[in-house]
């Protein structure tokens, strides 16, 4: 079985005639017939059943159709990718994020990648964690920054970096003894009247988990799942909230949050960029992963992202 008998015997499934089978590929209609009675010689089964209208597929010959299109796509897709070596990456690129880390990537990323690699059409996409993981998984996105690298199946996961948290407040309304800037104990934040997405979201479980041990438990007076929303909230001096500062860069740098880091203990994640393993890696996937590497790279050592980066040998 070759590349040569699936494309024939898909022709012939497709069409459902093995006259207009024949036509289509510009063979003869016997050398069609031998051919699939060779390949169901070798295989064992029967691939087509005859009728006066034509013929179809078997359950057996299903299952051939359908793995002779998956060869087919990657023999296409083999093809373009070697001849295209050493050309600019160009196509679509489609890149999931939570909506915090959206606020601080999304737009440098864009911008950087309009300018460098214009062939690229970079599409940014806000979701929750979990959505975003399914996506990813499935293929319906190329690349995602997620939380957890576990149970991805075969996706390629790389460590980003270590983000911190840090409490908010509106610059009236400071309700902490230190300083802004000055680190605040999770105890003293958690007595705070908070503003938190709700449950599902993989921030208010980070931080739900941290304060486990802490009494009282987080006073979450208002569960806001749109993260524009909480810091207006935050900003209008409604409540307090916990999240990261590449997220509220600009409203800080505008004089409308104030905010420090949180100790006892601390709240640092880590972040993944992960990569689809169902759908084809492009050169312009690849050149959009080395872009996000090199823009978060640049916003933490700009001090835009409060952020560790692995340490390289």
């Keep these: 079985m070759d590349s040569r008998q699936l494309k024939h015997f898909r022709k012939i499934v497709e069409h459902g005639s093995m006259s207009a089978a024949a036509r289509s590929l510009g063979i003869a209609q016997p050398s069609l017939s031998q051919l699939v009675r060779n390949l169901e010689a070798s295989l064992g089964v029967e691939l087509l059943m005859r009728s ?3 013929v179809s597929a078997t359950e057996a010959g299903d299952r051939l159709y359908n793995y002779a299109c998956r060869i087919e796509t990657l023999l296409e897709d083999a093809r373009s990718e070697v001849i295209n070596v050493g050309s600019r990456p160009a196509g679509r690129v489609t890149f999931g994020m939570p909506p915090s880390i959206s606020m601080a990537l999304s737009i440098p990323m864009a911008e950087t990648l309009r300018v460098e690699l214009p062939e690229i059409q970079f599409c940014a996409t806000e979701g929750m964690s979990g959505h975003l993981r399914e996506w990813v998984m499935s293929g319906e996105i190329d690349l995602a920054i997620l939380y957890d690298n576990t149970g991805l199946g075969d996706c390629m996961a790389e460590f980003l970096l270590t983000e911190e948290l840090w409490v908010y407040s509106a610059p009236d309304l400071w309700p902490f003894k230190t300083p802004p800037g000055t680190p605040v104990d999770l105890r003293d934040v958690i007595a705070q009247d908070l503003v938190l997405p709700s449950r599902r979201h993989e921030l208010r479980k980070f931080i739900d988990q941290a304060a486990r041990n802490e009494r009282p438990e987080p006073i979450v007076t208002i569960e806001m799942d749109s993260l524009p929303q909480i810091l207006s909230l935050v900003a209008r001096g409604s409540a307090y909230t916990v999240i990261s500062p590449a997220a509220v860069f ?15 203990p601390s709240l640092s994640r880590k972040l993944y960029l992960v990569r689809t ?3 084809r890696i492009t050169a312009a996937t690849r050149a959009t992963e080395t872009c996000c590497r090199e823009v978060v790279g640049d916003l933490v050592t700009r001090g ?8 390289t040998e």
């Design 250 to 264: 600009g409203m800080v740098q505008e004089g409308k949050l104030i905010g420090s880091p949180i100790r006892n």
């Design 304 to 311: 835009f992202w409060q952020a560790e980066l692995p340490q």
């Design 277 to 279: 393993a169902a759908a």
């Design 52 to 54: 006066a209208r034509g």
